[in-house]
């Protein structure tokens, strides 16, 4: 499995961005897919996840403005960010962590978001 994540970019904070991955390669029904974000001496951090029911789970702090979702037809997932804060600046990370029949995890390779004030 490889992932491509693009969509970042600089942006005035209040405006929006989506960033999208892109999946080549066989997606179990099983797998969960993950937006993760590390900013700059930070800790990567969970952002949202979406499992292949369509079950997802944000992170409190972008409820309610950030949304994820996938387009299993075109193997796509999508983060739509709105609000944008100066705060969420940071690379964002797109992942795919799989279960079943063994653990493993497939990563992207970040793209970067930059919110000015």
């Known amino acids: 499995v490889q992932l491509q994540a693009s969509g970042g970019g600089l942006v005035q904070a209040g405006g929006s961005l989506r960033l999208s991955c892109a999946v080549s390669?066989?997606?179990?029904?099983?797998?969960?897919m993950h937006w993760y974000r590390q900013a700059p001496g930070k800790q990567r951090e969970l952002v949202a996840f979406?499992?292949?029911?369509?079950?997802?789970s944000h992170a409190d702090s972008v409820k309610g403005r950030f949304t994820i979702s996938r387009d299993n037809a075109k193997s796509t997932m999508y983060l739509q960010m709105n609000s944008l804060k100066p705060e969420d600046t940071a690379v964002y990370y797109c992942?795919?962590?799989?279960?079943?029949?063994?653990?493993?995890?497939?990563w992207g390779q970040g793209t970067q978001v930059t919110v000015s004030s």
């Open positions: 992942n795919v962590r799989r279960t079943i029949p063994e653990y493993r995890e497939f």
């Open positions: 979406i499992a292949s029911g369509g079950a997802t």
């Open positions: 390669g066989r997606i179990f029904g099983s797998d969960v």
